[in-house]
């Protein structure tokens, strides 16, 4: 079992940057958890952002935002963090951290067995 807890989120303006953090607790977090960030829009589909494996070894991210995002974990701390430069108004969503158990980590939110209450990222134009 693993408790999700995001933050992090607000309004910026394009071009600007954010930090989202996850606070993560639960079974073997360190160890056995991959997690993944998504994001959804009112009326649109849930969408992958990116993933990182427990091992440290396996990290990915979506085309939309990869070169401008960092996802990063520091298991000492139980955290998970999406660093997001040079925001675009197509960013706008609420991002959501999730976990699940794994050899590496998935890319479909259907795989995800734990998800946070989700933080709301607002970029202007």
């Known amino acids: 079992q693993v408790q999700l807890v995001e933050s992090g989120g607000g309004l910026v303006q394009a071009g600007g940057s954010l930090r989202l953090s996850c606070a993560a607790s639960?079974?073997?977090?360190?160890?056995?958890?991959?997690i993944g960030w998504f994001r959804q829009a009112p009326g649109k589909e849930r969408e992958f952002v990116a993933a990182?494996?427990?091992?440290?070894?396996?990290?990915y991210y979506a085309d939309l935002v990869k070169g401008r995002f960092e996802i990063s974990r520091d298991n000492d701390k139980e955290m998970v963090y999406l660093q997001m430069n040079s925001l675009k108004p197509e960013d706008t969503a609420v991002y959501y951290c999730?976990?699940?158990?794994?050899?590496?980590?998935?890319?479909?939110?259907?795989?995800?067995?734990?998800w946070g209450q989700g933080t709301q990222v607002t970029v202007s134009s």
């Open positions: 639960g079974w073997a977090f360190s160890t056995y958890y991959n």
């Open positions: 999730a976990a699940h158990r794994g050899s590496r980590p998935k890319l479909v939110g259907a795989d995800y067995d734990y």
């Open positions: 990182i494996g427990w091992s440290y070894d396996s990290i």
